[in-house]
């Protein structure tokens, strides 16, 4: 069974904390993507990586920076957390012609 | 550009009731993706369906089916004999161009279903 996992389902930080979300996909995959999900504006994509140390901007990459030393973790970090980057951070891999699988979401709570 | 609207918010229906969701896109690229996505209390986007701009064809899968109609830029999903546990935000969305893999998503659509 395809399996998206992230390192947690919810995290509270202080504003100025450095951040790390994390994101592991068992499939293989080339493709990872990390989206930020607000109600009312559905899901934006904030980086994402077509191959192991690959990055490219999405949207809205500012404030935050992404690593993708191997191929099946792709980390989101946030340099400085700040208040309005409280939101549910979605992880999503995939490979060419298939669709996008989903991680279960971390809601990130800053202080 | 590439645009998926789905213009209706929030949407409650009592139980039993069928209810349609819309989805409208824009693209200019012949070839594309359509996809359905929903996301229950617990969060996790669970993939409903994908479709090839190439096909046109409705789809049931037992109480849900989806109307592609490239003439009106559409893809809607009706929810035939709602549940309780259809109760989600559910989300359209658009392969970006040339790129089947990296999708654009609409702003979801939140459905009640009220017992």
């Known amino acids: 069974d395809v399996k998206v996992t992230q390192s947690s389902r919810y995290l509270v930080k202080r504003t100025g904390e450095k951040v790390f979300l994390e994101c592991v996909q068992d499939?293989?995959?080339?493709?990872m993507f990390w989206y930020r999900q607000d109600p009312g504006l559905g899901l934006r994509l904030i980086y994402f990586s077509y191959d192991v140390k690959m990055k490219e901007k999405g949207d809205i990459p500012e404030g935050y920076s992404v690593s993708r030393e191997k191929k099946e973790r792709f980390s989101l970090i946030l340099e400085s957390a700040s208040t309005n980057q409280t939101s549910m951070y979605l992880c999503a891999s995939t490979r060419q012609g298939m669709r996008q699988f989903f991680g279960p979401g971390t809601r990130l709570t800053v202080l | 550009a590439q645009k998926v609207t789905q213009a209706q918010t929030e949407i409650s229906v009592v139980e039993k009731e069928d209810v349609t969701l819309d989805c409208v896109y824009e693209?200019?690229?012949?070839?594309?993706?359509l996809f359905w996505y929903k996301q229950p209390p617990s969060g996790e986007l669970v993939f409903l369906i994908r479709r090839n701009s190439f096909d046109e064809q409705n789809e049931i899968s037992g109480r849900y089916s989806w109307n592609f109609q490239k003439s009106t830029s559409s893809f809607n999903f009706t929810i035939t004999a709602s549940q309780v546990v259809d109760s989600a935000v559910y989300f359209c969305a658009l392969s970006e161009a040339g790129r089947d893999d990296k999708i654009i998503f609409g702003k979801g659509t939140r459905l009640h279903i009220l017992p």
């Open positions: 693209t200019r690229d012949t070839t594309y993706y």
């Open positions: 499939m293989d995959h080339e493709n």
